[in-house]
């Protein structure tokens, strides 16, 4: 089962920029889909993005971060990074990544707009906090 450890949050001013990382023990993360979530006080999980396996290699950013938001594989270091521009207070959250194997890409479009697939495994978040 993979285990999945995300880094890099911390307090940063509005106007700035993150990277957070995702990284594995045990498993190639190149092998898995990657979804990037976030919760923030008060609100409900809400899904960023994700990024297919490599052998599929397609990538889905929700349309509330679309333009600020990247989602890139690192191989070399095992991680699948999420980098955010812009921020403001209102991005201010735990964000989790999550990973799941299976056949097709990371998210699915239907009627009213494209959603992450369900994924199984999950880091236990980093916390955002953006204020000046």
């Known amino acids: 089962q993979v285990q999945l450890v995300e880094s890099g949050g911390g307090h940063v001013q509005p106007g700035g920029s993150l990277r957070l990382s995702c990284a594995a023990s045990?498993?190639?993360?190149?092998?898995?889909?990657i979804g990037w979530f976030r919760q923030a006080p008060g609100k409900e999980r809400e899904g960023l993005g994700c990024?297919?396996?490599?052998?599929?290699?397609?990538?889905y950013l929700a349309n509330s971060v679309k333009g600020r938001v990247s989602i890139v594989r690192d191989n070399a270091k095992n991680t699948v990074n999420l980098e955010i521009d812009s921020l403001n207070p209102e991005d201010t959250a735990v964000y989790y990544c999550?990973?799941?194997?299976?056949?097709?890409?990371?998210?699915?479009?239907?009627?009213?707009?494209?959603?992450?697939?369900?994924?199984?495994?999950w880091g236990r978040g980093t916390a955002v906090k953006v204020s000046s």
């Open positions: 999550a990973a799941d194997r299976f056949n097709g890409d990371c998210y699915y479009c239907a009627d009213h707009g494209c959603y992450l697939r369900r994924l199984q495994h």
């Open positions: 045990g498993s190639s993360l190149d092998e898995y889909h």
């Open positions: 990024i297919s396996d490599s052998r599929v290699g397609t990538t």
